[in-house]
């Protein structure tokens, strides 16, 4: 069964500082993961997305890592804001269909002054 | 700004109703995807239209129907509501070839909470 699991559920960190988030996945085939920005109550805004070959891409103070032998990935977020208080979610997608991505559950940041 | 617009943006219903809720697409996508979305929960897959023909389905019954029209906006429509239905009902809108990613532009949402 295709999952996605993404760690830690929730975290705190203090303006200004770095964090690291994590997603564990186990979709088969593999096409390309994406990570997505959540604001709460609004629709998800898409970060990156990366394919098979790409093992980092950056957005911003948003840095993303893809390692597809380990199926992990992780998104780094540098010199946070209080702007960055939202739902992270990772996503892997087995095709272009909607039935071909497997979300995971969202690791929600609370970034505090 | 996605380009994608969904109305309306929230809504109340008692149980056993029925609800459509609209969703615009970003200009040119020919794809649109329906997620239904609990709290603290991350979207779950309803079913993509693909030129006005169903291509995928989730895990969600046949109550769950949905329409894609010739200038790609879409509705989804629920029947016979039920309380677990409450939900952000989220759109999103893609560009879809055989050779790209088909990336996902999210709508903002429609909250729906069933009584």
């Known amino acids: 069964k295709n999952q996605v699991e993404q760690s830690p559920q929730s975290l705190i960190i203090l303006e200004g500082k770095n964090c690291t988030l994590q997603?564990?996945?186990?979709?088969?085939?593999?096409?390309?993961l994406r990570w997505y920005k959540q604001d709460t109550g609004r629709g998800p805004v898409s970060l990156t997305i990366?394919?098979?070959?790409?093992n980092t891409k950056s957005n911003g103070r948003y840095t993303a890592t893809l390692d597809a032998d380990t199926k992990q990935s992780s998104l780094h977020i540098t010199a946070s804001q209080l702007s960055d208080s939202a739902s992270y979610i990772c996503?892997?997608?087995?095709?272009?269909?909607?039935?071909?991505?497997?979300f995971g559950g969202g690791t929600r940041v609370l970034v505090k002054p | 700004e996605t380009g994608v617009t969904q109305s309306p943006t929230h809504l109340i219903k008692t149980r056993g109703q029925q609800v459509t809720l609209r969703c615009s697409s970003q200009?040119?996508?020919?794809?649109v995807s329906w997620y239904q979305q609990a709290l603290g929960q991350g979207p779950q897959f309803i079913f993509q239209?693909?030129?006005?023909?169903?291509?995928g389905r989730g895990n969600f019954p046949p109550r769950f129907s949905g329409l894609q029209f010739p200038n790609y906006s879409s509705e989804l429509n629920v029947n016979a509501l039920e309380l677990d239905d409450s939900a952000l009902y989220l759109c999103?809108?893609?560009?879809?070839?055989?050779?790209?990613?088909?990336?996902?532009?999210f709508g903002e949402g429609s909250r729906l909470t069933v009584l």
């Open positions: 990366m394919t098979f070959s790409e």
């Open positions: 999103a809108s893609s560009w879809v070839t055989s050779s790209n990613t088909g990336e996902l532009f």
């Open positions: 996503v892997v997608s087995a095709g272009t269909a909607g039935n071909k991505l497997t």
């Open positions: 239209y693909y030129r006005e023909e169903e291509n």
């Open positions: 200009s040119g996508h020919n794809t």
């Open positions: 997603c564990n996945y186990t979709v088969s085939p593999f096409s390309n």
